[in-house]
Protein backbone atom coordinates (compact mmCIF):
# COMPACT_ATOMS: atom_id res chain seq x y z
CA UNK A 1 0.00 0.00 0.00
CA UNK A 2 2.78 2.09 1.12
CA UNK A 3 4.45 1.85 -2.48
CA UNK A 4 0.98 2.39 -4.07
CA UNK A 5 1.19 5.53 -2.54
CA UNK A 6 4.93 6.19 -3.46
CA UNK A 7 4.13 5.53 -7.06
CA UNK A 8 1.06 7.54 -6.98
CA UNK A 9 3.81 10.73 -5.31
CA UNK A 10 6.28 10.76 -7.79
CA UNK A 11 3.76 10.15 -11.10
CA UNK A 12 2.38 13.26 -9.50
CA UNK A 13 5.49 14.99 -9.26
CA UNK A 14 6.87 14.32 -12.59
CA UNK A 15 3.48 15.31 -14.18
CA UNK A 16 3.79 18.52 -11.75
CA UNK A 17 7.47 18.75 -13.30
CA UNK A 18 6.14 18.64 -17.17
CA UNK A 19 3.14 20.82 -16.56
CA UNK A 20 5.39 23.36 -15.06
CA UNK A 21 7.96 22.83 -18.23
CA UNK A 22 4.72 22.89 -20.81
CA UNK A 23 3.36 26.11 -18.73
CA UNK A 24 6.56 27.92 -18.99
CA UNK A 25 7.60 26.94 -22.78
CA UNK A 26 3.93 28.23 -23.85
CA UNK A 27 4.70 31.79 -21.56
CA UNK A 28 8.14 31.77 -23.76
CA UNK A 29 6.33 30.82 -27.02
CA UNK A 30 3.89 33.47 -26.78
CA UNK A 31 6.09 36.26 -25.49
CA UNK A 32 7.71 35.36 -28.64
CA UNK A 33 5.06 35.21 -31.18
CA UNK A 34 3.61 38.83 -29.77
CA UNK A 35 8.11 39.88 -29.89
CA UNK A 36 7.50 39.23 -33.49
CA UNK A 37 4.55 40.38 -34.49
CA UNK A 38 5.58 43.98 -32.67
CA UNK A 39 8.83 43.66 -34.68
CA UNK A 40 6.79 43.29 -37.94
CA UNK A 41 4.46 45.86 -37.40
CA UNK A 42 7.37 48.33 -36.61
CA UNK A 43 9.27 47.11 -39.58
CA UNK A 44 6.41 47.66 -42.31
CA UNK A 45 5.87 50.89 -40.25
CA UNK A 46 9.21 52.50 -40.85
CA UNK A 47 9.42 50.94 -43.85
CA UNK A 48 5.97 52.97 -44.91
CA UNK A 49 7.71 55.96 -43.28
CA UNK A 50 10.40 55.85 -45.55
CA UNK A 51 8.71 54.97 -48.44
CA UNK A 52 6.41 58.55 -47.30
CA UNK A 53 9.35 60.23 -46.42
CA UNK A 54 11.14 59.50 -50.01
CA UNK A 55 8.07 60.17 -51.65
CA UNK A 56 7.54 63.42 -50.37
CA UNK A 57 11.20 63.97 -51.27
CA UNK A 58 10.81 63.71 -54.67
CA UNK A 59 7.61 65.97 -54.63
CA UNK A 60 9.78 68.05 -52.46
CA UNK A 61 12.75 68.36 -55.20
CA UNK A 62 9.84 68.14 -58.75
CA UNK A 63 7.91 71.32 -56.79
CA UNK A 64 11.34 73.25 -56.17
CA UNK A 65 12.47 72.26 -60.61
CA UNK A 66 8.88 73.47 -61.12
CA UNK A 67 8.93 76.75 -59.29
CA UNK A 68 12.50 77.46 -60.69
CA UNK A 69 11.09 77.03 -64.04
CA UNK A 70 8.38 79.46 -63.47
CA UNK A 71 10.56 82.00 -62.04
CA UNK A 72 13.33 81.40 -64.74
CA UNK A 73 10.47 82.31 -67.16
CA UNK A 74 9.40 85.40 -65.46
CA UNK A 75 12.70 86.81 -65.56
CA UNK A 76 12.95 85.44 -69.52
CA UNK A 77 9.81 86.73 -70.22
CA UNK A 78 8.73 89.92 -68.20
CA UNK A 79 11.78 91.70 -66.29
CA UNK A 80 14.53 90.45 -69.28
CA UNK A 81 12.09 92.36 -71.72
CA UNK A 82 11.54 95.48 -69.85
CA UNK A 83 15.28 96.04 -69.06
CA UNK A 84 15.95 95.40 -73.27
CA UNK A 85 13.20 98.05 -74.02
CA UNK A 86 14.34 100.35 -70.91
CA UNK A 87 17.82 99.99 -72.56
CA UNK A 88 16.55 101.17 -76.12
CA UNK A 89 15.01 104.15 -74.71
CA UNK A 90 18.24 105.26 -73.04
CA UNK A 91 20.11 104.48 -76.00
CA UNK A 92 17.87 107.54 -77.58
CA UNK A 93 18.79 109.83 -74.41
CA UNK A 94 20.88 113.29 -75.73
CA UNK A 95 21.37 115.86 -72.97
CA UNK A 96 23.61 118.49 -73.53
CA UNK A 97 24.44 118.89 -70.35
CA UNK A 98 24.73 115.62 -69.41
CA UNK A 99 26.19 114.05 -72.86
CA UNK A 100 27.43 110.86 -70.53
CA UNK A 101 23.97 109.93 -69.05
CA UNK A 102 22.74 108.08 -71.98
CA UNK A 103 25.47 105.82 -72.40
CA UNK A 104 25.88 105.15 -68.15
CA UNK A 105 22.40 104.16 -68.34
CA UNK A 106 22.62 102.11 -70.89
CA UNK A 107 25.74 100.92 -69.49
CA UNK A 108 23.85 99.72 -65.87
CA UNK A 109 20.95 98.51 -67.34
CA UNK A 110 23.23 96.47 -69.77
CA UNK A 111 24.82 95.04 -66.51
CA UNK A 112 21.33 94.34 -64.76
CA UNK A 113 20.39 92.62 -67.83
CA UNK A 114 23.41 90.32 -68.18
CA UNK A 115 22.48 89.47 -64.26
CA UNK A 116 19.07 88.68 -64.65
CA UNK A 117 19.99 86.25 -67.68
CA UNK A 118 22.65 84.29 -65.47
CA UNK A 119 19.83 83.73 -62.81
CA UNK A 120 17.21 82.42 -65.42
CA UNK A 121 20.07 80.22 -66.50
CA UNK A 122 20.90 78.91 -63.30
CA UNK A 123 17.51 78.76 -62.26
CA UNK A 124 16.66 76.15 -65.13
CA UNK A 125 19.53 75.42 -67.76
CA UNK A 126 17.90 74.71 -70.88
CA UNK A 127 20.22 71.68 -71.39
CA UNK A 128 20.59 70.67 -67.25
CA UNK A 129 18.89 67.62 -67.97
CA UNK A 130 21.26 65.68 -71.12
CA UNK A 131 23.02 62.89 -69.46
CA UNK A 132 26.45 64.15 -69.87
CA UNK A 133 27.37 65.75 -66.07
CA UNK A 134 30.84 66.86 -67.60
CA UNK A 135 29.67 69.18 -69.86
CA UNK A 136 27.35 70.44 -67.17
CA UNK A 137 29.80 70.75 -64.65
CA UNK A 138 32.02 72.61 -67.11
CA UNK A 139 29.35 74.87 -68.14
CA UNK A 140 28.91 75.62 -64.45
CA UNK A 141 32.54 76.20 -64.08
CA UNK A 142 32.55 78.66 -66.99
CA UNK A 143 29.86 80.25 -65.31
CA UNK A 144 31.86 80.75 -61.70
CA UNK A 145 34.81 82.03 -63.78
CA UNK A 146 32.85 84.74 -65.10
CA UNK A 147 31.49 86.09 -62.44
CA UNK A 148 33.90 85.77 -59.80
CA UNK A 149 38.06 86.41 -59.55
CA UNK A 150 38.81 83.24 -57.75
CA UNK A 151 41.54 81.27 -58.95
CA UNK A 152 39.21 78.18 -60.39
CA UNK A 153 40.74 74.56 -61.74
CA UNK A 154 38.72 71.93 -63.00
CA UNK A 155 40.52 68.81 -63.44
CA UNK A 156 38.60 65.41 -65.06
CA UNK A 157 39.81 62.53 -67.71
CA UNK A 158 39.08 62.96 -71.25
CA UNK A 159 36.63 60.24 -71.10
CA UNK A 160 34.20 59.36 -68.02
CA UNK A 161 32.11 56.66 -67.87
CA UNK A 162 28.53 58.29 -67.01
CA UNK A 163 26.11 56.17 -68.98
CA UNK A 164 24.81 54.96 -65.38
CA UNK A 165 23.51 57.76 -64.85
CA UNK A 166 19.38 58.71 -65.03
CA UNK A 167 18.32 61.98 -65.76
CA UNK A 168 16.82 62.13 -62.37
CA UNK A 169 20.69 61.58 -61.23
CA UNK A 170 22.13 64.16 -63.73
CA UNK A 171 20.01 67.23 -62.82
CA UNK A 172 20.59 66.02 -58.87
CA UNK A 173 24.21 66.24 -59.13
CA UNK A 174 24.25 69.51 -61.21
CA UNK A 175 21.73 70.94 -58.59
CA UNK A 176 24.68 69.89 -55.81
CA UNK A 177 27.79 70.98 -57.28
CA UNK A 178 25.54 74.47 -58.08
CA UNK A 179 24.58 75.03 -54.73
CA UNK A 180 28.37 73.90 -53.64
CA UNK A 181 30.09 76.62 -56.01
CA UNK A 182 26.97 79.21 -55.10
CA UNK A 183 28.10 79.02 -51.22
CA UNK A 184 31.66 79.28 -52.33
CA UNK A 185 31.03 82.45 -53.71
CA UNK A 186 28.96 83.71 -51.36
CA UNK A 187 30.32 82.97 -48.04
CA UNK A 188 33.76 80.97 -48.43
CA UNK A 189 35.81 84.16 -48.90
CA UNK A 190 37.89 81.46 -51.19
CA UNK A 191 41.17 82.58 -53.32
CA UNK A 192 40.94 79.10 -55.20
CA UNK A 193 38.49 76.33 -55.91
CA UNK A 194 39.28 72.79 -57.22
CA UNK A 195 37.31 70.75 -59.10
CA UNK A 196 37.81 66.98 -59.49
CA UNK A 197 35.43 64.84 -61.63
CA UNK A 198 36.28 61.06 -62.32
CA UNK A 199 35.70 57.27 -62.20
CA UNK A 200 36.20 55.14 -59.53
CA UNK A 201 40.79 54.15 -59.10
CA UNK A 202 41.86 51.06 -58.15
CA UNK A 203 40.24 49.26 -55.48
CA UNK A 204 36.96 51.50 -55.41
CA UNK A 205 34.14 51.13 -56.10
CA UNK A 206 32.69 52.03 -59.39
CA UNK A 207 30.87 55.23 -59.77
CA UNK A 208 31.22 58.77 -60.64
CA UNK A 209 33.59 60.63 -58.49
CA UNK A 210 33.50 64.38 -57.73
CA UNK A 211 35.65 66.53 -55.22
CA UNK A 212 35.03 70.32 -54.92
CA UNK A 213 37.49 72.35 -52.04
CA UNK A 214 38.37 75.59 -51.43
CA UNK A 215 40.79 77.42 -49.17
CA UNK A 216 38.16 79.74 -47.78
CA UNK A 217 37.41 80.75 -43.86
CA UNK A 218 35.33 77.07 -43.29
CA UNK A 219 33.05 76.47 -40.92
CA UNK A 220 31.90 73.41 -38.09
CA UNK A 221 30.51 70.87 -40.07
CA UNK A 222 28.21 69.44 -36.43
CA UNK A 223 26.64 72.87 -36.89
CA UNK A 224 24.63 71.68 -39.85
CA UNK A 225 22.48 69.92 -37.35
CA UNK A 226 21.50 73.45 -35.43
CA UNK A 227 20.27 76.52 -35.45
CA UNK A 228 20.93 78.05 -39.17
CA UNK A 229 22.17 81.57 -39.70
CA UNK A 230 20.39 84.74 -41.87
CA UNK A 231 22.58 84.56 -44.68
CA UNK A 232 21.15 80.63 -45.30
CA UNK A 233 24.85 79.25 -45.81
CA UNK A 234 23.67 76.14 -44.12
CA UNK A 235 20.59 75.49 -45.32
CA UNK A 236 22.47 75.20 -48.54
CA UNK A 237 24.10 72.23 -47.51
CA UNK A 238 21.07 70.63 -46.04
CA UNK A 239 19.10 71.00 -49.76
CA UNK A 240 22.83 69.46 -50.84
CA UNK A 241 22.46 66.18 -48.37
CA UNK A 242 18.43 65.62 -49.39
CA UNK A 243 19.45 65.68 -53.05
CA UNK A 244 21.99 62.86 -52.50
CA UNK A 245 20.20 60.92 -50.21
CA UNK A 246 17.23 61.00 -52.78
CA UNK A 247 19.78 60.03 -56.00
CA UNK A 248 21.29 57.41 -53.37
CA UNK A 249 24.98 59.35 -53.71
CA UNK A 250 27.20 60.02 -51.24
CA UNK A 251 27.57 63.49 -49.99
CA UNK A 252 30.83 63.80 -47.23
CA UNK A 253 31.42 67.33 -46.02
CA UNK A 254 34.88 68.04 -44.09
CA UNK A 255 35.54 71.85 -42.87
CA UNK A 256 36.65 73.28 -39.85
CA UNK A 257 36.97 77.35 -39.25
CA UNK A 258 40.41 78.97 -41.57
CA UNK A 259 41.01 75.63 -42.92
CA UNK A 260 39.09 75.77 -46.29
CA UNK A 261 35.93 73.23 -46.89
CA UNK A 262 36.21 69.94 -49.35
CA UNK A 263 33.07 67.94 -50.23
CA UNK A 264 32.99 64.72 -51.63
CA UNK A 265 30.23 63.51 -53.50
CA UNK A 266 29.99 59.04 -54.84
CA UNK A 267 27.52 58.52 -57.02
CA UNK A 268 27.97 54.57 -57.29
CA UNK A 269 27.66 52.66 -60.39
CA UNK A 270 23.99 50.06 -59.75
Not at 32 to 61: G, H, V
Not at 107 to 123: A, D, F, G, H, P
Request: negative net charge.
Amino acid sequence: MQNAQQEIQKLQEIIHQYTTFFIIFDIIFFITIILIILFAIQYLKSKKRLKNSSRYLRFTIKGQEEERARIARELHDTIAQDLRYCRSLSEKIHDKKDPELGPSISSLLEKTLSQVRSMSYNLAPPDVIRNDITANVMNLSQNFKEHSDIEFRLTMPEKIDTSFLSEEDNLNIYRIVQEALTNILKHAQASEVTILLRNANEGELEGIYIFISDDGIGFEVSELGEARGTDGSHLGLVGMRERADFIGAKLEIDSHPDEGTQITLIKQKV
